[in-house]
Nanobody, 129 residues
C-alpha cells in the first residue's frame, strides 16, 4: 500500500529554518506532482507549495514566496520543502500529497482530494519564541 511520510518538523524560533521531507513507501515520488499543504487549528487546509513531476514548475502561496523553497531529488526519490525566515503564523501541521496522474508543467495549490490522491499523516511545525 502506498504511503507518504513527512519528516523534519519541529519547534523553531521566529526567523529560524526547517526542512521538511516527503518520501513514499511502496512507490517512487519521481513520477508524481507533489503538493505541500498546512492546516492550523481552527483553520482550513491551505496550499503552501507544489512541484510538478518534471521539477521545473513550482508554485508558492503569496505568504511564503521568497521564504520557502520546494525541490526534489530524483536519486533519493524525495521531495523537500525548505522553510526559512519562519514566522509564528507558519505554525501548523504540514502535509505532503501526491498527484500520480500529473500533467507536466502544472501543479495546483488547491487541496483537492480528486487531484492529490495520496496524503501523508502530517507533521507539526511550531514557530514560537
Amino acid at each position: 500500500q502506498l504511503q507518504l511520510v513527512e519528516s523534519g518538523g519541529g519547534s523553531v524560533q521566529p526567523g529560524g529554518s526547517l526542512t521538511l521531507s516527503c518520501a513514499a513507501s511502496g512507490s517512487t515520488l519521481n513520477l508524481a506532482t507533489i503538493g505541500w499543504f498546512r492546516q492550523a487549528p481552527g483553520k482550513e487546509r491551505e496550499g503552501v507549495s507544489c512541484i510538478d513531476s518534471s521539477g521545473l514548475t513550482k508554485n508558492y502561496r503569496d505568504s511564503v514566496n521568497g521564504r520557502f523553497t520546494v525541490s526534489r531529488d530524483r536519486a533519493a526519490k524525495m521531495v523537500y520543502l525548505r522553510m526559512s525566515s519562519l514566522k509564528p503564523e507558519d505554525t501548523a501541521t504540514y502535509y505532503c500529497a501526491a498527484d500520480w496522474s500529473p500533467v507536466t508543467g502544472i501543479c495546483t495549490l488547491e487541496p483537492d482530494n480528486a487531484i492529490y490522491e495520496y496524503w501523508g499523516q502530517g507533521i507539526q511545525v511550531t514557530v514560537s519564541s
